[in-house]
């Protein structure tokens, strides 16, 4: 079993000692924390060493100095994951065939310590087809050296003068810097026990890359706040913010270093990259905020913000303005709704909000170094729009909060409507501009959600108490413009990972649908596949045991115009459940969460169900079409898959849903009558990932494999989330 040779019971362990105290005057609060959490892989872990300091002093009655300092210090032994099918340990172990053994052996049947190559079990120099040849999952995560390190350093400081009674002006100042280093080295030349990459000719693999991000912000803030008569409670605040960001990313990697025993980076390797990012981001921006209550039954609200960013191109506007209000009515406090209702809050905002974060170099013209067969290039990096501006948002929202029977029920509901718009998307261009992306803000998409919770507290004693809560949410989004009179947009991923697979964003539906084939089952019969007279993009007629595709479009081929929408990852609705009951000293708390309509990507299943390679496959493939007649779901093996079989369908979009137990917790509370040395604590046993109910067929229906909006629901072999039992205790000094 492979994938137990690659796994293991791994030990996790999280500590914090905090020290909190001081007197009117001053007052500090200091943590250190360690965790060390080893992952499922083999030879897979994270340490975080981190310390969190918070001070504030008053230096007079009316003025009072605050800080905050915290640093961390992460570090990350990792493996490849990801379609890398050379170097992801776990495409690796579903690929292997189960019969071969992870280190070589001599001829009487004696194991040696050396790893077996990736290819020691062709017996042909010259086959009818080509080996397809795996590396091994053992040697990936025992010799694979992929390492992470992370310096974190956020200070804040400010101060606080109150020069009346109703005045406070707060100034600000907080530094953020973030240096991380990542390495990867791939062996390759001494043992021979992963397959060659970069098409054979790459037999180990060297790289590095370095970031470095620092952030700084300042602010100040005035704040009024009164109370007239005990009925008019009116507060005011403004100022201005400026932050300033700066991203530096640095790279290089290359191929086949002298031996395995060198692991950097030298002028002489092959196919060596260089490459990096640099990227400044500023934003000013001057608000004002106000809100008025009349007498505990009426609240309004109003803010303006004007914003500046260097996002902007040159001619377009320098500023945005972005304002907002909201109106709430406390229909308890009127005294005309019955007393079993505790709380009845009805509220309505209208808000127009602005996105900036995006890379300020989309509105600039300006060059970079390119390597071309060892010359030194420069080459314009893109075309500039000077009228590239805010991405933005309008949205109205209306909530009702509900509390009951002496807070026994509670009740909360939340709609709300957005329309985001000049929304940035890259256009292909002529190539003649000497690039091919120019962004844009052309793209408009409405969105609406519902929220609703609900809170129970049935039973409510001084010995037994229970709780329980849930929620449900719904969110739908449908693209209203792409701009100049475009209706679609094609993702490709085949430069990513070589993979076929495609997602659209067209006029009408949702973003980042999945796009791809029909299907229809499977061809029983030679008849069947003659009568149906289809034929692939290549022009080969598909016969018995082949897949049968719907020709959208009926011109009798199967090709990219056949095309159509397989759903996406966006759920039709999600939320979560939790019950804790408590007895005296003892409590059970279960935290549930689910998602259904979800539609996922599984690319390790479309790898172990194709039978067009050499590669282990599930078990799934033993109801494969083989005789003439036969009624199944799975089509027939054919090396290299000459009739397209396995090509981007609904055969690999699954159903996602779950419900899931996230974490279940067993705890004992206790006070100074147990433990004189202490005030109070907490001993605890927390089960995470308990179980989960999904008809997905891949490892977890809950995964996230990129940052990247357009590919949500990508399952692309990363490490699942593990079943963790913790066991820890609390205690107050």
Known sequence: DWTKEITRKAFVTDNIFRIEGGDEIAKYNISLGYTNEGGILDNTSTQRFHTLINSSVMVSRWVDIFTNVNLAYISSDLQEQGMKEATNPILASN??????????????????????????????????????????????????????????????????????????????????????????????????????????????????????????????????????????????????????????????SGYNTANDNYKTLASDLDERIIDGINDEWKWLSYYLHADYTFNHLVKAMANLSVDGSSVSGVDAPRFGFFPSAGLTFFAANTGALPSWIDMMNLSAEVSLTGNSRFSSNYAKNYYLTSNLFNMGAIVRSNVPNTRLEWEKKAQFDAALDLSLYKHMVDLQFNYFYANSYDLLLDRNISAVYGSSLYYDNTASISSQGYELALRLNPVHTKNF?????????????????????????????????????????????????????????????????????????????????????????????????????????????????????????????????????????????????????????????????????????MPRAAYGDPSGNNIFSDRWIEDASYFKLRALTLAFHFDNKMLRFCQSGTIYVTGENLFTLTDYLGSDPEFNYSYSESMRGFDYAKVALPITIKVGFNLNF
């Open 465 to 633: 108490d229970w709780s329980i809560s849930g929620n449900i949410s719904t969110v739908k989004s449908t693209v209203e413009s792409l701009g100049n009179a475009q209706t679609e947009d094609i993702i490709e991923f085949t430069a990513y990972n070589e993979d076929d697979a495609q997602v659209i964003t067209r006029v009408g539906s949702s973003p980042y649908e999945f796009y791809g084939y029909q299907t229809d089952g499977i061809y029983a019969t030679t008849a069947e596949a003659q009568a149906a007279g289809l034929k692939n993009a290549a022009g080969k007629a598909y016969q018995a045991g082949d897949v049968r595709f719907i020709d959208q479009n009926h011109d009798g081929i199967i090709n990219d115009e056949d095309r159509v929408s397989l759903g996406s990852a966006t759920p039709d609705f999600f939320g979560g459940v939790s019950t804790t009951l408590r007895y005296k000293w003892i409590s059970l708390k279960a935290d549930f969460g689910y998602s259904v309509g979800n539609k996922a990507y599984n690319a390790l299943r479309r790898q172990t169900e194709s039978m067009s390679t050499f590669y282990n496959q599930s078990t799934a493939v033993l109801n494969r079409w083989q005789i003439e007649g036969q009624m199944t779901d």
């Open 95 to 252: 690929f292997m065939m189960p019969n071969l053994y992870p280190y070589m052996r001599e001829m009487n049947g004696n194991l040696l310590p050396n790893y077996a190559t990736y290819n020691g079990w062709n017996v042909n120099a010259n086959p009818t087809y080509a080996y397809n040849n795996v590396s091994n999952p053992l040697a990936l995560v025992e010799t694979v050296e992929g390492d992470d390190k992370i310096y974190d350093v956020n200070v804040r400081a400010g101060l606080n003068w109150r020069p009346t009674e109703n005045w406070t002006i707060t100034g600000m100042l907080n530094i953020y810097y973030d240096y991380t280093e990542e390495s990867l080295f791939v062996p390759g030349v001494t043992d021979k026990a992963i397959v060659p990459q970069l098409y054979g000719t790459g037999f180990n693999y060297v790289s590095k890359g370095v970031r470095e991000q620092s952030s700084y912000f300042y602010g100040v803030n005035a704040m009024y706040q009164k109370l007239f008569g005990n009925i008019h409670d009116f507060k005011a605040y403004g100022g201005l913010r400026f932050i300033t960001k700066n991203f530096e990313y640095d790279f290089e």
